[in-house]
C-alpha cells in the first residue's frame, strides 16, 4: 500500500467532498435567507456559516480523530441505542428528506422552467434521476474519478462565475430585513443552516471518504486523517464561498424576485434578470449537477452504512432499493418536503452536535459511558422540544426556558450536562475500550 495521494488526487479527493456537500439545500437556502436578512446580511449569514460550514467541517475532524464514522463516534452508548442513532442520522439524510429533496430541486430549477409541469412529467424525471444516481452509486471505487476529476470542476466554474457576476454587478442595494432577522439575524441565519444537513453528511460522508482512501490505497490512520483534513477545508472554503455568494444574491434580489417564497424562485428569477436563457441554461446545469453528485454521496454512504450493519445483503440491491424508495418520496413536492423535515431537524440536530463534543472532549471524562448517555440524552429532550415548537404544537408553558423562543432550548442544558459530565461522574472499574468499526 503506498499510503500516499498525488497532487491531483488529493485535489480531487477536496473536489469530491465539496461536491458531496454542495447539493439541494446548499443552493436553494441561502438566497432564500439572504432575502429575508436583507440589510441585517452579515449577521444572518455568518450563523448561517456556523452551521452550514464550521460545523460539518468540526464533525469531518471528528470522525478523523474518532477513526471512523457516526457508529464509532457513539461506541460509547449501548449497542442498540448506538444503531438506532446512526440509522436515524441515515434515514434522514437518505430516503426520507435529504436524498429526495436533490432530486426535487433538480427538478426545479434543471427542468420545469423549460417544460410543463405536471405530477406526470416529475415522475418520469424522478425515474430518470436517481437510475443515473444508481449507477454511479453501484461504482463506489470510481467516485473519485467521476466526480472529483470530471463533474466537480465544471461545476465549480459555472459556480465561481455566477458568483463573481453578483458580486460585481448585483441588480439592486441590499433590501430591507424581515422582522425576525431584525430582532435576531445570527441565530436565524444560525437555525437556517439546520437545513442544509451538512453536519449530518459530514457524520456519513467522512466515512465514505476514508473507503475511497482505502481504495487508493492509503491505509494507514494517520494518512486517512491528513488527507480527510485537507479534503474537508478544501470542502469548507468552496461552500464558504458560495454561500457567502448566494447569501449576497439574495439579499439583493427583493426587487427582482419580489414575492418569490422559495429560493429556488429567487435563484432562476435573479439569473434570468441577469443573464437572460443563457443564463438560466447554465444554472439549470449547475444544480443538475451539483444534486447528483450529492445524491450519489448520500445513497453510497447509506448503502454502505447497511451492508456493515448486515454483511449479508447485497450492496447493488440496496443502493437499487434506496433509489427507487427516493424517487417515490421526491414525488411528494418540495414545500412538503421542507416543511416535514424541519421539525426533525430541529430535534436531532443537537444530538449531533452534542455528539461533536462529545467525540473532541472524550479523554476527559472518566465513566464516558455514563457521559455519552446522558450528554446525548439531555440534547435529545430539549431537541425535541424546539422540534415540537416549530412544528406548530402549543408549547407555551416552556416558554421560561432559557433561548427556547429562539429554537435553541437545548443549548445551555447540554452545556450544563457537558460540565456534569466532566466534574461529577466517578471513573467505572472497567475500562471502555474502542471497538473496531
Known amino acids: 500500500m503506498k499510503n500516499r495521494l498525488s497532487g491531483l488526487d488529493i485535489l480531487g479527493l477536496g473536489l469530491m467532498t465539496f461536491a458531496f456537500f454542495l447539493g439541494a439545500g446548499n443552493i436553494i437556502f441561502p438566497p432564500l435567507a439572504g432575502a429575508q436578512a436583507g440589510s441585517e446580511l452579515v449577521p444572518a449569514m455568518l450563523g448561517f456559516l456556523v452551521t452550514a460550514v464550521g460545523l460539518p467541517l468540526i464533525t469531518l475532524i471528528a470522525v478523523a480523530k474518532a477513526g471512523g464514522g457516526i457508529s464509532t463516534m457513539a461506541r460509547y452508548l449501548p449497542t442498540t441505542a448506538a444503531t438506532i442513532l446512526a440509522l436515524a442520522v441515515y434515514i434522514i439524510i437518505g430516503p426520507s428528506f435529504a436524498t429526495p429533496r436533490t432530486g426535487l430541486v433538480a427538478y426545479e430549477i434543471g427542468v420545469k422552467p423549460f417544460i410543463e409541469h405536471s405530477s406526470v412529467a416529475l415522475a418520469l424525471f424522478s425515474v430518470v434521476f436517481f437510475s443515473v444516481v444508481a449507477w454511479l452509486a453501484i461504482n463506489p471505487g470510481k467516485l473519485l474519478d467521476y466526480i472529483g476529476k470530471f463533474i466537480t470542476p465544471l461545476l465549480v466554474l459555472l459556480l465561481v462565475a455566477l458568483a463573481l457576476a453578483v458580486f460585481i454587478a448585483p441588480l439592486d442595494t441590499l433590501g430591507v430585513a424581515t422582522a425576525s432577522y431584525q430582532d435576531s439575524a445570527f441565530i436565524n441565519g444560525f437555525l437556517e443552516g439546520y437545513n442544509t444537513m451538512d453536519t449530518f453528511g459530514a457524520l456519513v460522508f467522512g466515512m465514505l471518504i476514508v473507503n475511497v482512501l482505502i481504495t487508493k490505497g492509503v491505509n494507514q490512520k494517520a494518512y486517512i486523517y491528513k488527507y480527510l483534513m485537507i479534503a474537508g477545508c478544501i470542502a469548507a472554503a468552496g461552500l464558504a464561498f458560495v454561500y457567502i455568494a448566494l447569501f449576497y444574491l439574495g439579499a439583493t434580489s427583493q426587487a427582482v424576485a419580489a414575492g418569490a417564497t422559495q429560493g429556488t424562485d429567487i435563484l432562476a428569477q435573479y439569473v434570468f ?129 432559557p433561548l427556547f423562543n429562539s429554537g435553541m432550548a437545548w443549548l445551555l442544558p447540554t452545556g450544563c450536562a457537558l460540565l456534569i459530565a466532566r466534574f461529577t461522574f466517578k471513573k467505572r472499574t472497567s475500562v471502555a475500550t474502542y471497538s473496531k468499526v
Open 273 to 401: 434578470a441577469m443573464f437572460g436563457t443563457p443564463g438560466v441554461l447554465a444554472l439549470a446545469l449547475v444544480v443538475m449537477l451539483a444534486c447528483l453528485t450529492t445524491a450519489v454521496g448520500l445513497v453510497s454512504a447509506l448503502t454502505t452504512f447497511l451492508t456493515q450493519l448486515q454483511p449479508k445483503w447485497n450492496y447493488t440491491q440496496l443502493a437499487l432499493i434506496n433509489c427507487a424508495i427516493c424517487a417515490l418520496v421526491t414525488n411528494v413536492g418540495l414545500s412538503q418536503l421542507i416543511s416535514i423535515s424541519i421539525p426533525v431537524l430541529f430535534a436531532v440536530y443537537p444530538v449531533a452536535i452534542a455528539l461533536v463534543a462529545l467525540t473532541f472532549l472524550s479523554e476527559q471524562f472518566a465513566n464516558k459511558k455514563l457521559s455519552y448517555q446522558f450528554v446525548l440524552a439531555i440534547a435529545l429532550i430539549f431537541g425535541v422540544l424546539d422540534g415540537l415548537k416549530v412544528a406548530g404544537v402549543d408549547m407555551q408553558s416552556f416558554n421560561y426556558l
